[in-house]
C-alpha cells in the first residue's frame, strides 16, 4: 500500500459527460502527480501540483483540469468526455518538488466512456 | 513522445532465471527511476538511480546507469514467479520538478 487513494477506483460513463478523480495524497506530501495510462500512448504526465499551486503541465486536454485543495486532496475533472478517454488514471504524490523525490503511485481510477 | 524506451517489449523466463531490461533515453537527466506494474494494479517504486550514480542494489535488483550511453539497465536475479509484471524505467529531466517521463515498459512472465 503506497499510502496514495484514489477513487472512484472504476468508472463508467458516457461520452459528453463529465466526470471527477479524487486523491488523497500520502500523509505529509506535498505534490501530487495525475498521470494518465492508456494502451497507445503509455503512461502520460497530466499535471502537478505542490503545496496548492499548479508546478508543472504535461499532455493534459484543455477539456480536463485539476486542482489541490488546502487540505493537499486533489481532484482531476474530465468534461466532454470522448472514448479516447478512456484510460486509467493515475494520482501519485511526492514529499517535495526537488528532483531525486520518489513518487508513489495510488492504484488508478478506471476510467470507460461509452 | 517517450523520453524513455524499454528493451525487449517482452520478456519470458523460467523462475530461477536472471531478467535484464535495458531502457534508453534520449536527454539529459537528473535521475532515473524504475517502477513494477502488476496487471492494472497502480506503480510500485523500485529503485532510483541519480546522474552521478553509475550502480545501485536494492535486494534481487541491480541497476546500472551509462549517461554517455544515455541507457540504464535492471537486472533480477532469481526470479521468481510473483515478479511477473510489466517494468518501467521513468526519467526525471532537469527541468527543476520531478515530472518522471516513463517508457512504455517490459512485460516480464515468469514460469514456474
Known amino acids: 500500500d503506497s499510502g496514495v487513494t484514489q477513487t472512484p477506483k472504476h468508472l463508467i460513463t458516457a461520452t459528453g459527460q463529465r466526470v471527477t478523480l479524487r486523491c488523497s495524497p500520502r500523509?505529509?506530501?506535498?505534490?501530487v502527480y495525475w498521470y494518465q495510462q492508456s494502451l497507445d500512448q503509455g503512461l502520460q504526465f497530466l499535471i502537478q501540483?505542490?503545496?496548492?499551486?499548479?508546478?508543472a503541465k504535461g499532455n493534459i486536454l484543455e477539456r480536463f483540469s485539476a486542482q489541490q485543495f488546502p487540505d493537499l486532496h486533489s481532484e482531476l475533472n474530465l468534461s466532454s468526455l470522448e472514448l479516447g478517454d478512456s484510460a486509467l488514471y493515475f494520482c501519485?504524490?511526492?514529499?517535495?518538488?526537488?528532483?531525486?523525490?520518489?513518487?508513489?503511485f495510488g492504484e488508478g481510477s478506471w476510467l470507460t466512456v461509452v | 513522445s517517450q523520453q524513455g524506451e524499454e528493451d525487449p517489449q517482452a520478456l519470458s523466463i523460467q523462475e530461477g532465471e536472471n531478467a535484464t531490461m535495458n531502457c534508453s533515453y534520449k536527454?539529459?537527466?537528473?535521475?532515473l527511476q524504475w517502477y513494477r506494474q502488476n496487471s492494472g494494479r497502480g506503480l510500485v517504486h523500485l529503485i532510483l538511480?541519480?546522474?552521478?550514480?553509475r550502480e545501485k542494489h536494492s535486494g534481487r535488483l541491480r541497476v546500472t546507469l551509462d549517461t554517455s550511453k544515455k541507457s540504464s539497465s535492471l537486472l533480477i536475479t532469481a526470479s521468481r514467479a510473483a515478479d511477473t509484471a510489466s517494468y518501467f524505467c521513468?526519467?526525471?529531466?532537469?527541468?527543476?520538478?520531478?515530472?518522471?517521463?516513463f517508457g512504455k515498459g517490459t512485460m516480464l512472465l515468469v514460469s514456474p
Open positions: 500523509s505529509g506530501d506535498l505534490s
Open positions: 521513468a526519467t526525471d529531466l532537469p527541468s527543476g520538478y520531478s515530472t518522471l517521463t
Open positions: 538511480i541519480r546522474s552521478n550514480e
Open positions: 501519485a504524490s511526492s514529499l517535495g518538488t526537488v528532483s531525486g523525490n520518489t513518487i508513489y
Open positions: 501540483y505542490y503545496n496548492g499551486e499548479e508546478r
Open positions: 536527454t539529459s537527466i537528473n535521475n
